[in-house]
Structure formats: structure tokens, C-alpha cells
């Protein structure tokens, strides 16, 4: 079974367009494994990246982004805090500029989309909202020092 | 070294571990920004101090030159080495570095953005007298018709965006050429972010030689011998050797001048590499492209000229003029090295992510194994596949073939698939001892 580019193209297309969130094609000297966008289904270990074993190179079609992920939102087993990870890594502020108050202290109630700090990448301001409703029970991160990925910013007395 | 203190290691797996060790012999300090996955490579692990650049895939890690200067800047690293492969050859990242007051380890973005054109770097060949094939940027079909009788099927379609055997496709006649064009330009518009394709002639019978230079910031440029890397599938290399077997005398030494002549007329800096195609019924060579970076198959040239690279990259990135003279470049004995991956060979290539249950590859004074990986190591689905290179020098190439074998009979892993097999038979293949390979003979002989 020979498959010409356009033929490749157009099952992509047609996969695009539907439901599925991940697909299998084997017949004789062909097999084909798709799984679509940044989505995490499937545990079969394979590439999540669309892959073609047979002539035709596909590259991922424009308009199916790879989902942003973010980090995971730890429960801390002792004491039922959850943690606040930085969602990129880049320079931690606790204010909107020097001299102003900060976002949130120790104490402070906040809702998912209340704006806990800015991270700064190459000069660009990012403001991180707090993923979760509750009380700052803890500001674990310097100000002004480098975050990494996924590390926790702050920690929060979750609403019960 | 004088400026350069703290180095910034923006990559992954065997090369991000070589680097270390490279500034490690320096007594440079060293940070390496990994992905989440990679928190506890071998690399972050024997680095002074590792920082998590961001989630897994690489477009949000390993490929945002953002955080990799922001990285660097937050550890109060000096410079950055970019390895092979991700940002190695991003003009962006080498500008955002200098803007930012840190050392690139290589070439200024100049001159990486003119070797990324792949027709520029072209016209820059033909300038400097460097043979090129016959070829020519196309803009539309009936143009490219045009173009292609001049230049005679089959042919290359070629992004000028792409390189490392990316981006490229084979049109036999004017119907395929038909066919493929509109994809090809979307492709490489998606791929590269530059649609622009030319038509090149396509050598039937051909071999892959490169030719290894060194260039420091004070206009001095030498070449460190060459490499044959003519045993790939689908344009990637699979073994790589050096010296390249069966060529004349008077060929290597024309070769290897045109890859400094055109190193030289480029302004080039730091190690680099300039590749060829060889016409092995002709004997005619063509220059195909020049790397900015150092190459996954360098420690073939450092076997055989007892040099290391990326020791060399850090010096000259550091201002120092090379230590050694052309005079001084000696080659001695014959290196091969075989890439071993973690993929299907049976299934079509298809990579073989997962965890290692075994992992185990000889300790032997001949042989060199760079890799990353150890018992229970993951091989994440993110990235490439390779799980490491065996390098053996001998004194010529029959005893490295062996000796490789053996090794290659020794290596033992479970948990994912491997290429093993596939190298054993190349390997022991009556073409590849007789120095008869060419570029399209894995597909066509073996696979």
C-alpha cells in the first residue's frame, strides 16, 4: 500500500476534524499513530508527536498547538497546603514595581485568577494568577531571585 | 580563561554531559538548564547546579532562547554553550547572549544567520571560488520546470531554511517535482518559518565528506582533517568515520583548503564544520553546507587528532588565538563512530521511548562511549533518540571495524528497542569494509 503525501495529509486532515483524540492504522508494510494536540491520554508510551513510518514527512499541522502545560499543583501531604509553582522560570516580584506593596502577604484571601507576583523573562512581565482559592499561608520565594520551573512560589490554605 | 567563568549548558543528554566534563578539564563552573523531564539527568547531576527551564516539550524548554538567557543570567553564568541540535544555530539566541553581555560558545549571529540561508551560504561558496552544484532558487511551478530541465532529473528540493538533512525532498522527474512543490514550500514555511525553495542537481552516486575547522576571533583558520558520514537514512547520519576512506590524495587536500578558503571568506569563528558532497563517479566535490556548531560525530576528528573540541570551542570563545598551527594537525590512525538509538528498526524507525531495565556497554581502553544514560534511566518521548555514540580509534580501519563489532556485540539493553542489529550489520557489511558506501546504500542494501 503505497501512501502519497496527499494522502497522508488528507487522513490528517480528516482525523483533525474529528472526535478522536488519538488514532492506530497498521496494515501490511504501513503503520500510522496519531495523537492529537498536547493532550495527555493514552499510556502506551509512545512519542506524542505525530509520527508517519512510511515515506511522507508530516510535520505537526498549523492550528493544532501544543496545549501550554503548567505544572502540577501539589497537595503537601503534612499539613494539606497546596503549593503555588512558578508556571516559567524567570525573576520572581512580589510587587508591581519597587516601593509598591505587594501582591499578597501571609494571610491574604485569594481566588483563582487573584494575581499573586510577576515573573520577568528577557524584560517581559508576566503575571501569575494563584490557580486556587484559599489563604497565603506562605511566601516560600525570594523576591527578586531566579525561579525555576515548577518551583513554589507560595503556599495557600486551601477552601475546604 | 580569562572571561569566561560559568557556563550556561543549553541542551540535553550526551552533549550537555560533554560539555560539563569539557569545562570541568578547564576548571570552569557550570550550570545546565534542563526541562522538567530532564531534572535528574546525569548532566544536571554533575553540574555544579541545574535550573528547570520548562515543561517537557521543547518549544517550551530547550528551544525558548528567552529562558535560556534569563537562566544564565539569574545563575550568573558568563557564557553559554548551545551544543548541537535545539538552539545551537539560532541567530537569536547568539544576539540575545551578546546583548546581554554573555559569551556565545560560537560564531557570531551573522554568521550563523548566513549559514542558516542555505542559498546565501551558497553564493558565498561560488564567490570564494568553493565548487557548488548546479541550482537555483524557484519561485513558482512553472519557473521551477524551467529551472529543473536545466539542471537535469532526479534533483533536490531544497528549503533554504532547513540543513542537517532537513527539508530536503527527491523529484525524479517533472511530474514528482509538480507534486511535491506546494508541500514542500508550506513545509518549510511551518518548519523554518521561510518558504523559499531552490532546485539542486542530485548526485546519484555520492559520498557525505566534512571537512572539521577551527577559527579564532584573530582571523586565523584551520582545518582538523575530515569525517565520511555517508552511512544515513533520510539525510541523518548513522556512522560516521575519520579519516574518509578511499579518496584521493589530491581530493582530500582540495577539500580540505575549501573548507578553510570558504571559512575565511565568511568572516567564520569558532569550530565549525563544512560539508561536501563527493561525486564518486566523477570525483568531483561540491560544497553542501557549512555547521555552526559542534557536531554530534566530533569525537571521530578528536580521536584521530588527539584534540579536544570542545575544550577548543570554549578557548576560542574566551578570545584565545589557537594554539596550534595547520603544520601541527596530525592524524593518526582511523575512529569510527556508530550512533546507537532507541527506535524500532523493524517499525519503521518509529522511536522506542521508555524506561532502561538494562543498560550496559563495555569498559575498553580503544573504545570511547559518550552517553548519558545508566540502568533505570527514562528515554523520554520528547526528544531524539539517541542513546549513545561508541567511538573506537585503531590504527586503520579494518582493526576499528572490529573492535567495534565486539563492542557492539557486548552492548546490552533492555527496556526499549535499540538500532544495535542495524549497526552489526552495516558494520559487517563486504561494502562498508571495502570503503563502497554511499548515501543511499543503507536504504537500498540493508533496510
Redesign the interface.
Same mark, same amino acid.
Given at each position: 500500500m503505497a501512501l502519497?503525501?496527499?494522502d497522508v495529509?488528507e487522513i490528517l486532515r480528516i482525523i483533525d476534524e474529528s472526535d478522536l483524540t488519538e488514532l492506530q492504522i497498521e496494515t501490511e508494510g504501513f &503503520?500510522l499513530?496519531v495523537r492529537k494536540g *498536547?493532550g495527555e491520554a493514552g499510556g502506551s508510551?509512545? $512519542?506524542?508527536?505525530r509520527?508517519v &513510518?512510511?515515506g511522507a =514527512?508530516v510535520?505537526?499541522p498549523?492550528g493544532a498547538p =501544543?496545549a501550554?502545560?503548567s $505544572?502540577p499543583t501539589p497537595e503537601d501531604e503534612r499539613d494539606g497546603l497546596v503549593t503555588i509553582p512558578a508556571p516559567?522560570? *524567570?525573576?520572581f516580584y512580589r510587587a508591581e514595581a519597587p516601593g509598591q506593596p505587594p501582591f499578597v502577604e501571609v494571610g491574604r484571601r485569594v481566588e483563582p485568577d487573584t494575581i499573586v507576583c510577576i515573573i520577568?523573562?528577557?524584560k517581559?512581565m508576566n503575571s501569575v494568577p494563584a490557580g486556587v482559592s484559599g489563604t497565603i499561608a506562605e511566601v516560600v520565594a525570594e523576591n527578586a531571585?531566579?525561579v =525555576?520551573?515548577? =518551583?513554589p512560589l507560595f503556599r495557600v490554605e486551601p477552601e475546604t | 580563561m580569562k572571561h569566561i567563568h560559568r557556563v550556561f549548558v543549553a541542551n540535553r543528554g550526551e552533549i550537555a554531559l560533554r560539555i560539563v566534563n569539557a569545562c570541568e578539564e578547564l576548571g570552569l563552573e557550570t550550570v545546565v538548564g534542563t526541562s522538567?523531564v530532564d531534572r535528574n539527568g546525569l548532566a544536571a547531576r554533575r553540574a555544579d547546579r541545574s535550573?528547570?527551564?520548562?515543561?517537557?516539550?521543547a518549544?517550551?524548554?530547550y528551544l525558548r532562547d528567552?529562558?535560556v538567557?534569563?537562566?544564565a543570567l539569574?545563575?550568573e553564568c558568563d557564557a553559554i554553550h548551545p551544543g548541537y541540535g535545539f538552539l545551537s544555530e539560532s541567530p537569536k539566541l547568539a544576539s540575545?547572549a551578546r546583548e546581554n553581555g554573555l559569551t556565545f560558545v560560537g560564531p557570531p549571529a551573522e554568521v550563523i544567520a548566513l549559514s542558516g540561508d542555505k542559498l546565501r551560504a551558497r553564493e558565498e561558496a561560488a564567490q570564494a571560488g568553493v565548487p557548488i552544484l548546479p541550482g537555483e532558487q524557484v519561485e513558482s511551478a512553472a519557473q521551477a520546470d524551467e529551472v529543473a530541465q536545466r539542471i537535469g532529473y532526479p534533483l533536490l528540493v531544497k528549503a533554504a531554511g532547513g540543513g542537517g538533512g532537513r527539508g530536503i525532498?527527491l523529484a525524479r522527474d517533472a511530474d514528482e517535482l509538480d507534486? #511535491?512543490l506546494s #508541500?514542500a514550500r508550506s513545509?518549510a514555511g511551518?518548519?523554518f518559518g521561510d518558504e523559499r525553495l531552490y532546485l539542486e542537481r542530485f548526485i546519484a552516486a555520492a559520498r557525505h565528506v566534512e571537512v572539521q575547522i577551527a577559527a579564532d576571533a584573530h582571523g586565523d583558520v584551520v582545518h582538523l582533517g575530515e569525517r565520511d558520514c555517508s552511512v544515513q537514512r533520510r539525510y541523518q547520519k548513522v556512522i560516521e568515520e575519520a579519516p574518509a576512506p578511499v579518496l584521493e590524495p589530491a581530493t582530500r587536500d582540495a577539500i580540505r583548503g575549501a573548507a578553510v578558503t570558504f571559512a575565511q571568506a565568511i568572516g567564520y569563528q569558532n569550530l565549525g564544520t563544512v560539508e561536501f558532497v563527493l561525486d564518486t563517479d566523477t570525483g568531483e566535490y561540491y560544497f553542501l553546507e557549512i555547521n555552526c556548531r559542534i557536531q554530534v560525530e566530533h569525537p571521530v576528528t578528536e580521536a584521530v587528532t588527539g584534540r579536544d573540541l570542545v575544550v577548543l570551542q570554549l578557548q576560542i570563545a574566551d578570545g584565545e588565538p589557537l594554539n596550534f598551527t595547520q603544520d601541527e594537525v596530525t592524524i593518526d590512525g582511523h575512529a569510527i563512530e556508530c550512533r546507537l538509538n532507541a527506535e524500532d528498526v523493524a517499525?519503521?524507525?518509529?522511536?522506542s521511548?521508555?524506561t532502561l531495565s538494562l543498560f550496559a556497554v563495555p569498559d575498553w581502553p580503544q573504545l570511547r562511549v559518550d552517553s548519558h544514560l545508566f540502568p533505570g534511566a527514562v528515554i523520554p518521548?520528547?526528544y531524539d533518540s539517541l542513546m549513545a555514540k561508541l567511538i573506537v580509534r585503531a590504527d586503520d580501519r579494518d582493526s576499528a571495524i572490529d573492535v567495534l563489532l565486539d563492542a557492539l556485540e557486548d552492548v546490552d539493553v533492555e527496556g526499549v528497542e535499540t538500532n544495535r542489529t542495524l549497526l552489526i550489520s552495516v558494520l559487517g557489511h563486504d561494502d562498508f569494509r571495502r570503503g563502497a558506501v554511499t548515501t543511499d546504500w543503507l536504504e537500498r542494501a540493508i533496510v
Open positions: 502519497s503525501a496527499e495529509r &503503520s499513530h *498536547g508510551g509512545r $512519542p506524542r508527536a509520527s &513510518s512510511q =514527512e510535520g505537526r498549523s =501544543e501550554p502545560a $505544572p516559567m522560570l *524567570g525573576t520577568e523573562v528577557m517581559m531571585e531566579l =525555576e520551573y515548577g =518551583e | 522538567d535550573v528547570c527551564i520548562g515543561p517537557a516539550p518549544a517550551q524548554s528567552d529562558l538567557v534569563q537562566a539569574g545563575t540575545r525532498k507534486a #511535491l #508541500l513545509e511551518a518548519a517499525h519503521g524507525f518509529m522511536p521511548p521508555g518521548p520528547y
